[in-house]
């Protein structure tokens, strides 16, 4: 069975710097998809950066990149240039491929809280 | 603006109650997944349907739950009866047949079963 661990509960980052959260995950599938949603207080889940496991180039979303190491089973989220509006709990998520997919296993969430 | 409708919103009601849920997932979305986000357990997958079947539904306490799609614009999560433990967001989201690694989520329904 895939589980996704986030050990950071909360983080906090000063307006304009930037942050990184944590995501570690385990599986024995080769073929799998991550991703990482955010939730603000509105409770809408967004997405906001997904990342193909076969490709080793980092996905970027303007602000928003990965750190992907496959071997080390880590998938790490950085804020660059934080807003007021990042502020939200960011969860990593996990989608195995093939077969009935589209499942997705979550972590337990980060909370992030970005100060003025 | 496509977007996966869900009502109600809130939904207050009190144990031994039934609970109907409802969804609209985006037109042209032929997969519908049903999440429960609680404190103590995070998002939880329930059930999900591919071209109106029922595909995975373990995560799903099947003696008081029950999920359906009567038609390609209607999903609909039952409890019956409600207890207070089923107290939570219950969120939908649906994906398209040409992208099962893109999930839409709806704005959840917040339950409270006093």
């Known amino acids: 069975a895939q589980t996704v661990t986030q050990s950071q509960p909360e983080m906090s980052v000063q307006e304009a710097e930037t942050v990184t959260l944590s995501c570690t995950y385990d599986?024995?599938?080769?073929?799998?998809?991550l991703f990482w949603y955010k939730q603000p207080p509105s409770r809408q889940m967004i997405l906001v950066i997904r990342?193909?496991?076969?490709?080793?180039q980092n996905a970027t979303e303007n602000r928003f990149s990965v750190n992907f190491q496959k071997a080390a089973k880590s998938f790490s989220l950085k804020i660059s240039d934080s807003q007021l509006g990042d502020t939200a709990m960011y969860f990593c998520a996990f989608m195995k491929l093939g077969g009935n997919t589209g499942k997705l296993i979550f972590g337990q969430g980060t909370t992030l809280q970005v100060k003025p | 603006d496509a977007r996966v409708t869900q009502t109600p919103r809130h939904k207050v009601t009190e144990m031994g109650q039934e609970v109907t849920m409802r969804c609209q997932p985006i037109l042209g979305h032929n997969t519908v997944f049903w999440y429960r986000q609680t404190m103590m357990q995070g998002l939880e997958l329930l059930a999900y349907f591919r071209n109106r079947a029922p595909l995975d539904d373990s995560g799903m306490p099947k003696d008081r739950f029950s999920a359906e799609m009567p038609d390609a614009t209607l999903a609909t999560l039952k409890i019956q009866p409600s207890e207070p433990r089923d107290s939570a967001v219950y969120f939908c989201?649906?994906?398209?047949?040409?992208?099962?690694?893109?999930?839409?989520f709806g704005p959840g329904t917040r339950l409270t079963v006093l």
């Open positions: 989201a649906s994906g398209a047949a040409s992208s099962y690694n893109e999930q839409f």
């Open positions: 990342q193909e496991a076969y490709k080793q």
């Open positions: 599986t024995s599938e080769n073929n799998y998809y």
